[in-house]
């Protein structure tokens, strides 16, 4: 957790992070609008806290963890994983590359047209050339060329625009090559534990799959790694060779943690690691995130809708409503003030565990439901259920605010 | 809003309208037996909301399917029991007399509204159905008191909405029109299996207002499963707490939370983190795995992760026995020292 003394160190920087579903309708799947699932997100996670991000089903919690981990392509973005840029660093990056990749496209089409023409012709002309093995040959020169014409005109393009605007090429999103480079340094835990194994692989299987991948350990060296992994989120060893139905959904959700440990990454993306288990159990798989992050050093992203679970293990909340964040706070500050008139009514929806509170808690009863995603309200994005909406909600978009250190609102009311 | 007076609608004179003695029910599996619900005893009486907690597949759902005898059978098994409803043994009654009691004098809702509302009729047909079928309304009829209804829960534009099919509704909205459903023929009681856990916190508070609405304008007795304790903090007036197929412990709401006496109703309500009080730095934690459920029970279920258990505990199961004011029941043999536990604590 930051603390005052010696400066934190922005481990994660996501700015303008937008991600956009398109929709096609009719026969011609035309492109008809987009469901805006996350719609220009801004946050830092510092190095060794826990981000909490909340929100209700929808609000495109987990659609932001796996953009951050370019596990999706952004509309828009620019995401820094310990000062390596994983998106476009500028607006102007992205449209360069965007414009480069549709010519560098255009140009491949061109190129395999005038290809196939051309194999299609020497077929003709010379009875020698329409063998098989012949034209075989040909194709497999000529899908070489296309992704060289590809690679070398979207690069090419790139460099001199680039030049011309003065961006440096570290600005733009690595290739995916590059990607599968990083991503040992982050990893994802996810919601369901069955659906997230394998079944048919087993525990050392499951949990050796990224070293196989990412690694070039010995047997010995990896089966070694395998235990100690197993042990770090307490599994009994003699449960390798087990398979992921023969254990229970805490159990399973360790296996889950084992492998997002595997390449000993420095930010864990946890999709509602607990929301699938039951509350005796929720309880043993949080405090085992909390001891590992503390040996291992960890930086998590814990996305969760269980609101006082997320005020036990993080640090600073971000609270999202409809694609964009709300608030984003210290820990208590935002649950003690929230300031957000959407946090306010989240949090005093949460029903407490203590009859007496319940009788004389005030609670904020929000109406109606929320919006879709692909038709948001104009203006303030909550103001079609904001007990406190007023007219300049309706027509202008609240933007994000450091409205006392540290704290950021996106509200007419606080601006 | 205020959240009103406390919700005791009901007093331990009241008449008891649902009373269940012994119920037993196994299933017959590949793998063997699954003992899932073991000798369970509870009363509801007129008026009163009878919280239900346990984790997943401490046997809360299969009790209530077992009383209105709606389990598949096989491979389930009601191996003992008396549920005495209106006069009747549930367990002896004829088909025919279950089909008219369920829907009608029994209501129930269920998690999961898509899977219980049908897909292919309009809301109008769900509703018009029962109405027709069990209190013999003509179709104006049926239909008017359908849109009363829908207005009832909250639903605006009720008279038209009735044309509309369950996925045209919110989540929200068509657990709106399931309790609806539920409350058509004015049932006695109502069971509710985790009515409000498929939904979102700001959705869940406007229905746990409905139904504290609906308890105060039709006073029917409601069967509430649930596995979220601030759930039931909130709206019960007597709390029955199972586990391993079994009932462990129960007492009226605020005399539980503030007087829980079995290991495992005080673990699990230390376990939960709140929004509002202390925050700890470490979860209270309930060592191990819930049980399998595969014998007849001979010991405690809790047993392999109770901190208090001790040799009479693998010797014999505990009954229920009294062990406070107002009906307070706990299954332990325990005498409640809590020296040990305070030393675990500090
Ligand atoms: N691949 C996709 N194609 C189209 N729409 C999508 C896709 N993935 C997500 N969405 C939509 O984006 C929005 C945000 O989804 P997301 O899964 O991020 O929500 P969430 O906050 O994680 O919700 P939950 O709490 O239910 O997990 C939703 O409206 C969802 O339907
Ligand atoms: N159709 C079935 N076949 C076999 N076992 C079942 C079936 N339905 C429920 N069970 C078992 O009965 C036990 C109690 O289940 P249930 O009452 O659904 O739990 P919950 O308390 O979560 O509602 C569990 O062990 C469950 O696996
Ligand atoms: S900007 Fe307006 S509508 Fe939006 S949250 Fe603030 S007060 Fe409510
Ligand atoms: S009977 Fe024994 S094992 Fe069971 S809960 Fe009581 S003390 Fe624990
Ligand atoms: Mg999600
Ligand atoms: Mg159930």
Redesign the pocket.
């Known amino acids: 957790m930051p603390d005052g003394s010696t400066a934190p160190r922005k481990l994660v920087e996501v700015r303008n992070l937008r991600m956009y579903f398109p929709i096609h309708t009719g026969l011609l799947r035309t492109h008809t609008g987009d469901v805006k699932a996350v719609d220009g997100v801004n946050f830092d996670i510092y190095e060794g806290e826990t981000l909490g991000l909340v929100g209700e089903s929808g609000c495109g919690k987990s659609t932001c963890g796996r953009a951050v981990l370019r596990l999706y392509d952004p509309t828009s973005a620019s995401i820094k994983i310990d000062g390596v840029e994983l998106a476009w660093a500028n607006d102007d990056a992205r449209k360069i590359d965007a414009a480069a990749r549709r010519i560098a496209r255009n140009a491949t089409y061109s190129v395999m047209i005038l290809g196939v023409v051309l194999i299609a012709v020497l077929a003709v002309q010379f009875e020698a050339m329409a063998r098989f093995p012949i034209v075989l040959l040909q194709a497999a020169v000529l899908i070489a060329l296309g992704l060289l014409t590809f690679f070398l005109t979207r690069n090419m393009l790139r460099k001199s625009r680039a030049r011309a605007a003065g961006i440096s090429e570290a600005d733009f999103a690595p290739t995916e090559n590059d990607l599968r480079r990083m991503r040992p340094t982050m990893q994802m835990v996810f919601q369901d534990p069955q659906a997230s194994l394998n079944p048919r692989m087993t525990v050392a299987g499951i949990i050796g799959e990224p070293l196989s991948e990412h690694t070039q350990l010995s047997t010995t060296e990896r089966n070694d790694r395998i235990y100690e992994l197993m042990d770090a989120v307490g599994l009994n060893r003699d449960f390798a060779n087990r398979y992921p139905h023969e254990f229970s959904g805490g159990q399973r959700q360790r296996i889950g943690i084992a492998r997002a440990l595997a390449l000993n990454p420095k930010f864990i993306v946890c999709d509602e690691p607990i929301a699938a288990l039951d509350v005796s159990i929720q309880a043993q798989v949080v405090n085992l995130l909390e001891d590992l992050q503390e040996k291992f050093g960890l930086t998590y992203l814990f996305i969760s809708h269980d609101l006082s679970m997320v005020r036990h293990i993080a640090d600073r909340v971000a609270v999202m409503y409809l694609g964009k964040v709300a608030e984003l706070a210290p820990r208590d500050e935002l649950f003690n003030d929230p300031l957000h008139p959407y946090t306010k009514a989240l949090l005093s929806a949460v029903p407490e565990p203590d009859p007496v509170t319940h009788d004389t808690a005030e609670r904020v009863i929000l109406q109606g439901d929320v919006p879709s995603p692909s038709n948001p309200p104009q203006g303030c994005n909550f103001c079609t259920r904001c007990p406190a909406v007023m007219d300049i909600c309706r027509s202008e978009d609240p933007e994000m605010k450091e409205v006392r250190p540290g704290r950021f609102v996106a509200c007419h009311l606080h601006s | 809003m205020p959240d009103g007076a406390a919700p005791q609608n009901s007093d331990a004179s009241d008449p008891t309208v649902l009373d269940v003695r012994d119920l037993k029910t196994v299933f017959r599996t590949r793998r063997g037996e699954v003992h899932a619900v073991n000798n369970v005893s509870f009363h509801l009486r007129a008026g009163e909301l009878l919280g239900v907690v346990g984790e997943s597949g401490s046997g809360k759902s299969v009790t209530m399917m077992s009383l209105i005898r709606l389990l598949p059978m096989p491979p389930a098994e009601i191996r003992a029991g008396v549920v005495d409803f209106d006069d009747m043994d549930l367990m002896q009654a004829s088909e025919d007399q279950l089909r008219a009691i369920r829907g009608a004098r029994i209501g129930m809702i269920f998690q999961d509204p898509m899977t219980s509302l049908n897909p292919v009729f309009n809301v109008g047909y769900q509703l018009m159905e029962p109405l027709r079928k069990h209190m013999g309304l003509g179709k104006e009829a049926a239909r008017k008191r359908s849109v009363e209804l829908l207005e009832l829960v909250g639903i605006p534009d009720a008279a038209r909405r009735l044309k509309d099919y369950p996925h045209q509704f919110s989540g929200g909205m068509r657990q709106r029109v399931m309790i609806a459903i539920a409350l058509a023929c004015d049932p006695k009681v109502l069971i509710a299996d985790e009515p409000t856990t498929a939904l979102d916190v700001t959705i869940q508070a406007q229905i746990l207002e409905l139904v504290k609405e609906l308890r105060q304008k039709l006073g029917m007795a409601i069967v509430w499963i649930t596995h979220d304790l601030g759930v039931i903090a909130g709206i019960a007036d007597r709390v029955m707490v199972m586990y391993g197929g079994q009932v462990v412990e129960e007492a009226p709401v605020r005399e539980l939370f503030a007087n829980p006496k079995?290991?495992?109703t005080r673990m699990l309500l230390e376990t939960v983190p709140s929004l509002s009080g202390e925050r700890n730095d470490r979860l209270q934690v309930i060592q191990g795995q819930p049980p399998m459920l595969a014998r007849d029970p001979d010991s405690?279920a809790?047993?392999d992760r109770?901190p208090?258990?001790?040799d009479?505990?693998a010797a014999e199961n505990?009954l229920l026995r009294d062990v406070g004011p107002d009906g307070h029941r706990a299954?332990?043999?325990?005498d409640g020292d809590t020296q040990g536990e305070e030393a675990v604590h500090a």
């Open positions: 079995h290991p495992y405690c809790f047993r109770c208090h258990a001790f009479r505990c505990p299954a332990c043999f325990w």
